[in-house]
């Protein structure tokens, strides 16, 4: 199995999240990476557990670090 990037954002920078994931579409198309992100959860799915195991499982982290990322949630 191709190594996961977890792909962390604030949903207000999901732009920028899409971006990076059609850039690295490329490489998981040709089975080199796997990609995830919060987009990819079911709907009606527990949440928590999905993002607890993607963070397990990937090797990479991509943090998009933006100022609403970094912004305490009101």
């Not at 990037?5 to 207000?12: A, G, L, V």
């Not at 490489?27 to 990476?33: A, S, T």
């Amino acid at each position: 199995m191709p190594p996961t990037i977890f792909i962390s954002y604030s949903q207000s920078d999901a732009r920028w999240k899409d971006r990076l994931a059609l850039f690295l579409g490329v490489f998981q198309r040709e089975g080199l990476l796997r990609v995830w992100h919060d987009g990819l959860i079911r709907a009606g799915a527990d949440w928590l557990p999905e993002i607890e195991s993607a963070m397990a499982e990937a090797r990479v982290a991509i943090l998009l670090v933006s100022a609403r990322f970094r912004a305490p949630a009101a």
